[in-house]
């Protein structure tokens, strides 16, 4: 070990089972350690033995308690040399007389190494960089003695300099840290440079070369930064004239609404404006250092008609941390530096035509420790004030990108449906999958891990491996725009499904265990939309069909190293696809069709142009003339083998 403290673990039950640790210093003469016994205690000269016991696995900790700092004039308790400590060290485990366990440490810790003494007052002047060059000598790399080629090293004596006096280094890594700079008229023309460089040239000393910092003292304007604020639409008698779908919220100091969200580099902005009408719901993750606290909740709103109105706020404190801390160091918990922090954000927004009549937050609030990392939880809903069911408030009624597709139950007691994809955690197995909706206009593809033994019955198998997939549509009916009511049946589509292999069918596969087939592993889900509109210009699309189908694999139980394993894992997939119906049918391709005078090749299958397409201008593989040559080429060797195989030419041959 090299540190203050070093663990172990001890596997077993610990019951009955006493921990020593006793010093071990080896013979003068033969290096041999003493043998250790079942008799000691949990301390032994500076060092101390901790035992945190388990169910069936205790933590053994070994730590030292004197000071690694280096010793000042008249100081004890500290350490004398740079190595400080140089020890061996045995542990043991013993129940009664009989020695279970022994562990062998060899202790080599050095002194901390930062400085504890009185800083001197004496600072190092930094030259100012528009006058001196920072570097005078940039090779001189080595404190306290010569750089060989380095001829400004003021180490290195003449004697020194003659052994590399010709091979210095030249240009400002060799001290030249003032050359003339290439547009300086004085200066000699530059390698290969146009006939016109310099056109002109700069008449000027080398104080104000471009190797410094600065050139110009005069006067100077102080750039302005834009704030993040907007102007509001002002109008004659009406400061605001209400929110759009997408506008900005703004608030009472002209600022945007801001609430955390993801950036494009995948890191979380602090400074991301929340638009109008359109929900999301994000994670960020921080640690206590970089946590930073968002707009404060006693902001207040502009509602879209130059009134403002304030923050219903709720406090609530989380319990169960499991669900935040995604990672946690193993830090003592008197050690650790723990702080009050936000753990989640809910924000309901009430609207009523295109103006904001309440805002409802609820703050969970949570202990975040030291060396934890939190995954912070927004949440936005846009509701309508006349809503009485939670539904959502749109001002386009179609589907925006990014928004979960509506599904119910139609003709059930409890009509509200669910249309999901898996969110596989951890190993990826099927049994600790999650659900995440299906997003309107985002294609996805997801799956998980499902356990299966080597003597599964097929039948089974595809029963089980069905109720998963299905597990992902709670749904009969899908709604045709966002909007759609429950009580009205117009405004949505039934699910066309495409049932999977029938399980009851009967498939011979002889004595074979592990081989299965027709297992619909993958499931289908193709979603047919088209605009149907525009609201304010915003388009309307809308979902007209969808359509349910499986793909049915082969399984086959996959051996490892061996076979002795009774488990394997059969991957179950889920995809979904949207396809766009275009408003107008496309312009079927002909096979030939002339247009005035020319052939337009692009919309045709056949193109009378692209006949001898290698020896045409279309083909841009190889310079044309080389495609002429070559074709020439062929042509000869097909006119001469055409020749040579008539009958006249063997009797003139013959001849």
Same mark, same amino acid.
């Given at each position: 070990m090299s540190g203050p403290r070093v663990s172990s673990f001890f596997l077993g039950n610990s019951s009955g089972v006493n921990f020593f640790v006793i010093l071990s210093p080896g013979d003068e003469e033969t290096g041999k350690l003493q043998v250790a016994n079942c008799s000691g205690s949990k301390r032994a000269g500076d060092w101390n033995l901790d035992v945190t016991p388990g169910m069936n696995i205790s933590k053994v900790t070994v730590s030292l308690t004197r000071n690694l700092e280096l010793c000042l004039p008249n100081a004890t308790d500290c350490c004398p040399s740079p190595l400080c400590v140089l020890e061996t060290l045995q542990v043991s485990a013993c129940r009664g007389s009989v020695r279970l366990a022994q562990l062998l440490i060899q202790a080599e810790i050095f002194a901390n190494s930062s400085f504890a003494g009185n800083v001197s007052e004496n600072a190092t002047i930094i030259p100012n960089q528009a006058f001196q060059p920072l570097g005078s000598c940039p090779c001189n790399l080595t404190a306290g003695a010569c750089d060989v080629r380095c001829c400004c090293d003021l180490e290195c004596t003449p004697d020194l300099k003659q052994l590399f006096n010709g091979s210095c280094f030249?240009?400002?890594?060799?001290?030249? +840290?003032?050359?003339?700079?290439?547009?300086?008229?004085?200066?000699?023309?530059?390698?290969?440079?146009?006939?016109?460089?310099?056109?002109?040239?700069?008449?000027?000393?080398?104080?104000?070369?471009?190797?410094?910092?600065?050139?110009?003292? /005069?006067?100077?304007?102080?750039?302005? +930064?834009?704030?993040?604020?907007?102007?509001?639409?002002?109008?004659?008698?009406?400061?605001?004239?209400?929110?759009?779908?997408?506008?900005?919220?703004?608030?009472?100091?002209?600022?945007?609404?801001?609430?955390?969200?993801?950036?494009?580099? /995948?890191?979380?902005?602090?400074? *991301?404006?929340? *638009?109008?009408?359109?929900? %999301?719901?994000? =994670?960020?993750?921080?640690?206590?250092?970089?946590? =930073?606290?968002?707009?404060?909740?006693?902001?207040?709103?502009?509602?879209?008609?130059?009134? %403002?109105?304030?923050?219903?706020?709720?406090?609530?404190?989380?319990?169960?941390?499991? =669900?935040?801390?995604?990672?946690?160091?193993?830090?003592?918990?008197?050690?650790?530096?723990?702080?009050?922090?936000?753990?989640?954000?809910?924000?309901? %927004?009430?609207?009523?035509?295109?103006?904001?009549?309440?805002?409802? +937050?609820?703050?969970?609030?949570?202990?975040?420790?030291?060396?934890?990392?939190?995954?912070?939880?927004?949440? +936005?809903?846009?509701?309508?004030? =006349?809503?009485?069911?939670?539904?959502?408030?749109?001002?386009?009624?179609?589907?925006q990108v990014g928004k979960p597709v509506r599904a119910a139950k139609i003709n059930a007691s409890d009509p509200l449906g669910t249309l999901n994809i898996w969110q596989p955690a951890g190993r990826g197995l099927c049994a600790s999958a999650t659900y995440t909706p299906v997003l309107f206009g985002v294609d996805s593809y997801s799956g998980c891990l499902l356990e299966v033994g080597i003597n599964e019955d097929c039948s089974l198998l595809r029963g089980n491996v069905t109720e998963k997939l299905n597990s992902l549509i709670q749904a009969t009916h899908i709604g045709k725009r966002d909007n759609s009511s429950y009580s009205d049946p117009d405004d949505w589509v039934e699910i066309i499904r495409l049932d999977p292999f029938n399980s009851d069918t009967n498939v011979s596969t002889g004595n074979l265990k592990g081989f299965c087939p027709d297992i619909p592993a993958n499931l289908n889900i193709h979603i047919m939309f088209a605009e149907v509109g525009a609201v304010q210009g915003i388009p309307q699309q809308q979902i007209l069909a969808v359509q349910i189908s499986y793909s049915t694999v082969l399984w086959q139980f996959q051996c490892g190293l061996s076979c002795g394993s009774s488990l394997s894992f059969l991957p179950i997939t889920a995809s979904v696809q949207f396809i766009k119906v275009p408003a107008q049918p496309p312009v079927r391709k002909i096979r030939y069709h002339r247009i005035y005078v020319e052939f337009d090749c692009s919309q045709n299958e056949v193109c009378l142009q692209q006949l001898l397409y290698p020896l045409t201008r279309f083909y841009t593989g190889e310079p044309y003339s080389q495609c002429l040559a070559k074709g020439l080429l062929l042509a000869f060797l097909v006119l001469l083998a055409v020749i040579m195989s008539n009958p006249w030419f063997s009797k003139l041959w013959k001849r």
């Amino acid at each position: 070990m090299s540190g203050p403290r070093v663990s172990s673990f001890f596997l077993g039950n610990s019951s009955g089972v006493n921990f020593f640790v006793i010093l071990s210093p080896g013979d003068e003469e033969t290096g041999k350690l003493q043998v250790a016994n079942c008799s000691g205690s949990k301390r032994a000269g500076d060092w101390n033995l901790d035992v945190t016991p388990g169910m069936n696995i205790s933590k053994v900790t070994v730590s030292l308690t004197r000071n690694l700092e280096l010793c000042l004039p008249n100081a004890t308790d500290c350490c004398p040399s740079p190595l400080c400590v140089l020890e061996t060290l045995q542990v043991s485990a013993c129940r009664g007389s009989v020695r279970l366990a022994q562990l062998l440490i060899q202790a080599e810790i050095f002194a901390n190494s930062s400085f504890a003494g009185n800083v001197s007052e004496n600072a190092t002047i930094i030259p100012n960089q528009a006058f001196q060059p920072l570097g005078s000598c940039p090779c001189n790399l080595t404190a306290g003695a010569c750089d060989v080629r380095c001829c400004c090293d003021l180490e290195c004596t003449p004697d020194l300099k003659q052994l590399f006096n010709g091979s210095c280094f030249t240009g400002v890594f060799g001290g030249d +840290v003032n050359p003339p700079f290439d547009q300086l008229c004085s200066s000699q023309p530059m390698e290969y440079t146009p006939e016109w460089f310099p056109f002109l040239c700069v008449q000027s000393s080398l104080d104000n070369t471009p190797f410094l910092g600065y050139f110009y003292h /005069g006067s100077t304007s102080t750039p302005k +930064v834009p704030a993040f604020t907007i102007p509001l639409q002002t109008s004659p008698g009406r400061l605001f004239t209400g929110y759009r779908q997408g506008d900005p919220i703004i608030t009472e100091e002209n600022e945007y609404f801001t609430i955390p969200q993801p950036s494009l580099a /995948g890191q979380c902005a602090g400074n *991301a404006p929340v *638009a109008h009408l359109q929900d %999301f719901r994000v =994670k960020c993750l921080t640690s206590l250092e970089s946590y =930073k606290e968002g707009l404060p909740h006693h902001v207040r709103i502009n509602t879209g008609t130059a009134d %403002f109105i304030q923050q219903n706020v709720t406090y609530r404190t989380i319990t169960d941390r499991g =669900k935040f801390i995604t990672e946690s160091e193993n830090l003592h918990p008197a050690e650790a530096l723990c702080q009050n922090v936000t753990f989640a954000e809910h924000y309901t %927004f009430i609207c009523k035509d295109k103006n904001i009549e309440h805002v409802n +937050v609820t703050v969970f609030l949570g202990s975040l420790c030291d060396g934890e990392i939190l995954t912070q939880r927004f949440t +936005v809903e846009f509701l309508s004030l =006349k809503s009485t069911n939670g539904e959502e408030l749109l001002e386009n009624p179609g589907y925006q990108v990014g928004k979960p597709v509506r599904a119910a139950k139609i003709n059930a007691s409890d009509p509200l449906g669910t249309l999901n994809i898996w969110q596989p955690a951890g190993r990826g197995l099927c049994a600790s999958a999650t659900y995440t909706p299906v997003l309107f206009g985002v294609d996805s593809y997801s799956g998980c891990l499902l356990e299966v033994g080597i003597n599964e019955d097929c039948s089974l198998l595809r029963g089980n491996v069905t109720e998963k997939l299905n597990s992902l549509i709670q749904a009969t009916h899908i709604g045709k725009r966002d909007n759609s009511s429950y009580s009205d049946p117009d405004d949505w589509v039934e699910i066309i499904r495409l049932d999977p292999f029938n399980s009851d069918t009967n498939v011979s596969t002889g004595n074979l265990k592990g081989f299965c087939p027709d297992i619909p592993a993958n499931l289908n889900i193709h979603i047919m939309f088209a605009e149907v509109g525009a609201v304010q210009g915003i388009p309307q699309q809308q979902i007209l069909a969808v359509q349910i189908s499986y793909s049915t694999v082969l399984w086959q139980f996959q051996c490892g190293l061996s076979c002795g394993s009774s488990l394997s894992f059969l991957p179950i997939t889920a995809s979904v696809q949207f396809i766009k119906v275009p408003a107008q049918p496309p312009v079927r391709k002909i096979r030939y069709h002339r247009i005035y005078v020319e052939f337009d090749c692009s919309q045709n299958e056949v193109c009378l142009q692209q006949l001898l397409y290698p020896l045409t201008r279309f083909y841009t593989g190889e310079p044309y003339s080389q495609c002429l040559a070559k074709g020439l080429l062929l042509a000869f060797l097909v006119l001469l083998a055409v020749i040579m195989s008539n009958p006249w030419f063997s009797k003139l041959w013959k001849r």
